[in-house]
């Protein structure tokens, strides 16, 4: 899925912004001057109870606590996904970029509720541009799982 394209056919107004290359959510607060409690890391997990695939959102400050995306997934046992993993969901990104938007790719996406503010930014399809969207425009295309399950890095 192109990302741009995605928003475009939607109407949806977005800003790109093209950077240096970075390899995680982190840097790309970095490079970006802006806190990471604004920028977006996805993380692929695995669950049991129907869902396989999740795509996890927390800010780039933090980390996902697996116990409470269990709860959220009602009970659901949770593992990491590996990079071979997200490459295979994700053919049409570049290695180690996975979109925020798990419904393209089959995949439900949960996203945690400190990221509910004004805009959302997250890496494109690639690791040189991100993308910067108002998040009532991402929920409404997504309908993601909105709950809390990110803690402070």
Same mark, same amino acid.
């Given at each position: 899925?192109?990302?741009?394209?995605?928003?475009?056919?939607? *109407? %949806?107004?977005?800003?790109? #912004?093209? =950077? !240096?290359?970075? /390899?995680? +959510?982190?840097?790309? $607060?970095? @490079?970006?001057?802006?806190?990471?409690? *604004? %920028?977006?890391?996805?993380? #692929?997990? =695995? !669950?049991?109870? /129907?869902? +396989?695939?999740?795509? $996890?959102? @927390?800010?780039?400050?933090?980390?996902?606590?697996?116990?409470?995306?269990?709860?959220?997934?009602?009970?659901?046992?949770?593992?990491?996904?590996?990079?071979?993993?997200?490459?295979?969901?994700?053919?049409?990104?570049?290695?180690?970029?996975?979109?925020?938007?798990?419904?393209?790719?089959?995949?439900?996406?949960?996203?945690?509720?400190?990221?509910?503010?004004?805009?959302?930014?997250?890496?494109?399809?690639?690791?040189?541009?991100?993308?910067?969207?108002?998040?009532?425009?991402?929920?409404?295309?997504?309908?993601?799982?909105?709950?809390?399950?990110?803690?402070?890095?």
């Amino acid at each position: 899925m192109n990302i741009k394209s995605y928003l475009e056919q939607h *109407h %949806v107004p977005f800003q790109i #912004l093209s =950077h !240096a290359p970075t /390899g995680d +959510s982190a840097h790309l $607060a970095q @490079v970006l001057h802006c806190s990471g409690k *604004h %920028v977006a890391k996805t993380v #692929l997990l =695995h !669950a049991n109870h /129907g869902f +396989s695939s999740v795509v $996890a959102i @927390v800010p780039a400050n933090a980390h996902v606590d697996f116990d409470m995306v269990s709860a959220l997934l009602g009970g659901a046992e949770i593992r990491l996904a590996t990079e071979e993993d997200v490459a295979t969901r994700c053919p049409d990104c570049e290695t180690g970029v996975l979109p925020p938007f798990g419904s393209h790719y089959g995949m439900k996406t949960i996203i945690d509720e400190s990221l509910a503010g004004e805009t959302i930014v997250f890496e494109g399809n690639t690791h040189e541009e991100a993308i910067c969207m108002g998040y009532s425009d991402f929920r409404r295309l997504e309908s993601p799982l909105v709950g809390h399950f990110a803690n402070p890095a």
